[in-house]
């Protein structure tokens, strides 16, 4: 599986952005897909995750109610909506594959669990 995430850029606090990342190699609707963060300086942190069907969604606390994952099988695409940013936010994003997550409904928050992992793409909040 390839990852290729895009959309990062340079918002002011309370900005918004759509991160986007396409999948190749292997039947996209068959996997639970995720994003992290890094931040400088910081370890690899979960933001949020969906289920191969996008019937089951999880998010980390510091951005729910903010951020919102979806999916586009047909696309082969999963994407994150940033609404209200923070300069908090501010971090590298990667999406990532985790294919023993084949259920409906399974969906994980352990970066572990994840078998492949795009580039990154960075977004800077401004305060």
């Known amino acids: 599986v390839q990852l290729q995430a895009s959309g990062g850029g340079l918002v002011q606090t309370g900005g918004s952005l759509r991160l986007s990342c396409i999948a190749s190699g292997r039947s996209f609707s068959n996997y639970a897909m995720g994003w992290f963060r890094q931040a400088p300086g910081k370890e690899r942190e979960f933001v949020a995750t969906?289920?191969?069907?996008?019937?089951?969604?999880y998010y980390a606390d510091s951005v729910k109610g903010r951020f919102t994952i979806s999916r586009d099988n047909a696309k082969n695409t999963v994407y994150l909506q940033a609404n209200s940013l923070k300069p908090e936010d501010t971090a590298v994003y990667y999406c990532a594959a985790a294919i023993g997550y084949s259920g409906s409904y399974y969906y994980t928050s352990r970066s572990g669990d994840y078998d492949y992992w795009g580039q990154g793409t960075l977004v800077t909040v401004s305060s």
């Open positions: 969906i289920s191969r069907t996008g019937s089951g969604t």
